[in-house]
């Protein structure tokens, strides 16, 4: 028996499911990304066949196996990507890629083959595209997200912790001094470029710097406690998770009220999760408005709690993220509640 030409060996199911997530991760970074042509080499290998290329729309193409007639690739993959149809010449055979219904780039594959291996390489290239697309965008509104918690920055208490400070200046020189160190401190970690994730540690002592601002601004009417078990300090979680919530207790939670309000920051181990309370004795709301509040219902009230809640959700799954515990009346608790150890999550 002849035994077959190497680019005819065909993988089995498992090398198969294999094989195509490997041209998925290859393409994820587009038609211009560096790994094209490690996909377009799992391709002709997936398929058997002895020539594929795959192209942006620059024409730019990542080949692998053999070329067919002499000009024959070049002209097809011309002829498709200004025509945006498949098209076909002395054994070589062409397919535009729609991603989102654009057109993206093409598929070119040397020999005779069936219009199905044709169809199912253009649509293995064109799911992976539109992944990777889908992926971008998830990344770039986890972002923009991050962003927006940035912009939240009161200024309203801006103006306040500034004129509290300036108002010391010759009273109380040595507490004007710290209160700015503090603010400096403030501004850094909310405005300041960082990575994707930190540490508990990190993100209590921010909440330490916001308090103390506030207690000088707002004066006896705010009590507060802070409380971190020293096992959970060293746990990655996203970058400014913590210091949203406590903002919103005293914007929303202690400010409206008359007289004094306690807010208490506290974080534990329970089992192999990492759980945070941010509580307030405030003027609480009505449950159903603090759902509204986590699935985005609401204007910009409250904006910093759904975003924390959606990013958490991304980075751990839908079983964690936030969970609030309010009533009219009677304060309200944010509860945060994490793995202590995640894989790929590294400040």
Known sequence: MTERAPWRRRPDAVGVLAAARRITDDLMDGLSGTRVRHAAHALRRLFGVPGLGISDLSGALAWSGRLGADGTVAQVL????????????????????????????????????????????????????????????????????LRALRAEMSPHFVYNALTVIASLVRSEPDRARDLMLDFADYTRYSLARHGEYTVVAEEFRAVETYLALQRAVLGERLKVQVRVAPEVLAVAVPYLVLEPLVENAIRHGIEPRSGTGLVQVHGQAEGNDCVITVEDDGVGMAPHRAADILA?????????????????RDVYGAWYGLTVETEVDAGTRVVVRVPRFQPGVLP
């Open 78 to 145: 011309d002829e498709v990507l200004h025509s945006a149809e498949p098209t076909a010449d002395s054994g070589v055979a062409a397919v535009p890629l729609h991603v989102h219904d654009e057109l993206a780039g093409a598929l070119v594959l040397v020999g005779e083959q069936p219009a199905a291996v044709l169809r199912q390489a253009a649509d293995l290239v064109v799911q992976a595209l539109e992944r990777g697309r889908l992926e971008a965008s998830a990344d770039q509104a986890a972002q923009a997200e």
């Open 296 to 312: 985005g219902r609401t204007d910009r009230t409250g904006l910093g709690l759904a975003n924390v809640d959606r990013r958490l």
